[in-house]
């Protein structure tokens, strides 16, 4: 038994280096990008439960900020928006009737989508929508969970041959170790599966000025004086 104990301490200090082995094999496996669209479309979800994923893992975001000419109107648009394409609103502020802020959760499916509906409710500042790249850590993580698991199964064995009351208590310090650290890369996994699934729309809501009457007129005035200057850009 005590060689056992050595044996097991042994493959201990060398499992870090086979888990960065594999991970770094895993890396290098050929990938293609993703659209949102195809990325949890199919059988994706499942491929990433056995660990034969074959395309890249994207975050997905967008930040609007949009000008609007009704802002009570819009805010109604945007909560039917999200209910429309089954998303949440996870975040909201605002301050008066003057502006709001939201922070959205949409189904990576739906993101292209719900995006282009927002960007339509009014003049539209800015608009920034980026795909953060993950595979790397996502194909890491994956790895070093399998090999945790593999390893209290081995220690699950050995405790069950155990007969000596030092390497009983030895075994089960390993096991709650080990379990410990499955939990954390479940929770880690499980909020990075969340991320990918559910892309973050940060929006920002501003009403636009409502002009008066000489608001007009030097309005006119100066798209006037623009043309005299500039007849096509």
Request: charged share 25%.
């Amino acid at each position: 038994m005590k060689n056992a104990v050595r044996a097991l301490l042994l493959f201990l200090a060398l499992s870090p280096l086979l888990s960065g082995c594999r991970s770094k094999m895993a890396g290098m496996a050929p990938m293609v990008s993703a659209a949102p669209e195809s990325q949890v479309g199919g059988d994706f979800s499942r491929k990433r439960a056995e660990g034969a994923l074959d395309e890249r893992v994207l975050i997905w975001s967008a930040n609007l900020n949009i000008t609007v000419s009704n802002l009570p109107a819009a805010t109604e648009q945007v909560a039917a928006v999200t209910v429309r394409h089954q998303g949440l609103i996870e975040s909201q502020s605002d301050s008066g009737e003057s502006s709001a802020d939201y922070t959205l959760r949409i189904p990576v499916t739906a993101f292209p989508a719900a995006v282009e509906e927002l960007c339509a409710l009014g003049e539209i500042k800015y608009r920034i929508v980026s795909g953060e790249d993950v595979t790397a850590q996502y194909v890491d993580l994956q790895a070093r969970l399998k090999s945790k698991k593999d390893l209290r199964i081995r220690y699950e064995a050995l405790l069950a041959k155990a007969v000596d009351v030092k390497d009983l208590l030895a075994i089960e310090t390993e096991i709650n170790r080990v379990q410990t650290e499955l939990e954390q890369m479940e929770a880690q996994l499980k909020m990075m599966n969340g991320q990918i699934e559910y892309s973050v729309v940060r929006l920002s809501l501003s009403r636009a000025p409502v002009r008066g009457p000489l608001g007009f007129v030097f309005h006119g005035i100066g798209w006037v004086i623009e043309k005299l200057f500039v007849i096509r850009d």
